[in-house]
């Protein structure tokens, strides 16, 4: 069966529904990142305490202070990494089992799907781990090349070199970080599609939720108005 044959055998509200979560994903990583948004996000509003970091930790002494944050942000991508390998570990065995899956689903709901059908579904949570998975894996390398030109600031606040550098770190840093929170991202979306298995309705409504849920942390937090001083009581 050709992959052009596979495709046919959803229907169109299927298709509707994985293009609206592809739709989705795309668009509100767009959204979260725009710098010059009249409404900042957090993940924006973060870029700024990243770079104001590295120009505290110029004349900071010592240094152990910052080499530990930066050695927890590390902890956290590689943990997430392993985390998104051992969940594209777990679709692949439901993959390659998907006879069973649909002998469940046969049984619940007295009606019977391709297993292909499945095998299609399940992948698209594998692929959107799998991104989750390089994106943390190039965070935690953006990370380490922080930590390297981090080392290589001078103390001298006056030497020349000291806040063109410092302004690398931060630069670098905030890659790393815009990295990690795609990967983030793309584990929430795994999560959604998961929805499919379901059906077409169940996924578009679990779109639609996490769209709401990421807009509402990144635009409507309490953290949000911390950031920007403000009590989050304040309108």
């Excluded at 579904?121 to 981090?150: E, I, P």
């Excluded at 630069?171 to 599609?193: D, H, K, Q």
Aim: proline share 4%; with cysteine.
């Amino acid at each position: 069966m050709t992959f052009i044959d596979r495709l046919s055998l959803l229907t169109l509200m299927d298709g509707a529904a994985v293009a609206l979560l592809l739709a989705g994903w795309s668009l509100i990583g767009w959204w979260i990142e725009r710098p010059n948004a009249a409404r900042p996000s957090v993940t924006v509003l973060m870029m700024q305490y990243r770079r104001d970091w590295m120009v505290q930790m110029v004349t900071r002494q010592p240094r152990i202070f910052d080499a530990t944050i930066l050695g927890s942000l590390r902890q956290a991508t590689s943990f997430f990494a392993s985390t998104s390998v051992i969940a594209i570990g777990g679709v692949m065995a439901l993959i390659g089992n998907a006879e069973h899956l649909a002998g469940v689903a046969a049984d619940l709901t007295a009606r019977s799907t391709p297993t292909i059908i499945w095998e299609m579904k399940l992948a698209l949570v594998a692929l959107l781990l799998t991104d989750a998975f390089l994106k943390f894996v190039w965070s935690n390398r953006l990370f380490g090349y922080c930590a390297v030109v981090m080392a290589s600031v001078p103390n001298d606040r006056d030497d020349p070199q000291t806040m063109p550098r410092a302004a690398r770190s931060a630069e670098l840093n905030i890659r790393a970080a815009w990295n990690f929170n795609r990967g983030l991202r793309s584990m929430y979306f795994a999560l959604t599609a998961v929805a499919w298995l379901l059906g077409a309705i169940t996924l578009i409504i679990a779109v639609i939720a996490t769209l709401v849920l990421l807009w509402t942390r990144e635009f409507r937090s309490q953290s949000r108005d911390i950031l920007l001083g403000r009590s989050p009581a304040d309108p």
